[in-house]
């Protein structure tokens, strides 16, 4: 990973170091002077790789190319690194038939994808006094999905929102 404080050059403030030339040999400890002197004559920068090792590691390299292959890489393990996988569906208790059909379907489009679903019943005014029709909308989404999910957090109520995590069967889960 590239590191905002590698010292170069003349903002290395060590009397010697352990100097690795540009093919990765070792050129063993050297006064700083001398190495930052070998650094200009081979056209290159001398960057401070291992600052804590005692005394310090030093490479000859050409830091612009050092800095763009690091930013290079870190865009690349960004790339690979898993995406967060959750959705939230967003329904009322009052839903009528056909939207929480429509809701149950997307709820399915994503857990067939590996998402993890959160399914949230948002409670209005009065309707708080009503959270059990907000269960009764849950238990009849996870009708409607048969058996294609694990609950992962059952139905709870978070302030004026009632919710659940669903996460899709793997096939550890299936057998």
Do not use: W
Request: net charge positive; charged share 40%.
């Amino acid at each position: 990973m590239a590191k905002k404080d590698l010292r170069i050059n003349r903002g290395i403030r060590m009397k010697e170091v352990r100097l690795i030339d540009d093919k990765g040999e070792q050129l063993g400890i050297v006064a700083i002077e001398r190495a930052l002197t070998i650094a200009e004559e081979a056209g290159m920068d001398l960057v401070e790789v291992a600052p804590n090792s005692k005394p310090p590691v030093c490479k000859l390299l050409d830091y612009g190319k050092y800095k763009f292959d690091q930013e290079k890489l870190n865009k690349e393990s960004k790339k690979k690194s898993k995406q967060k996988r959750d959705k939230e569906i967003r329904m009322q208790p009052r839903i009528n038939e056909h939207d929480l059909q429509f809701k149950a379907k997307h709820i399915c489009e994503f857990l067939e994808k590996g998402m993890k679903v959160k399914v949230t019943i948002r409670f209005r005014g009065r309707e708080m006094a009503h959270t059990d029709r907000g269960k009764d909308v849950l238990n009849r989404i996870l009708e409607i999905l048969d058996d294609s999910y694990i609950i992962e957090n059952p139905p709870r109520m978070e302030g004026r929102f009632m919710s659940m995590f669903l996460r899709p069967k793997t096939k550890k889960d299936r057998s």
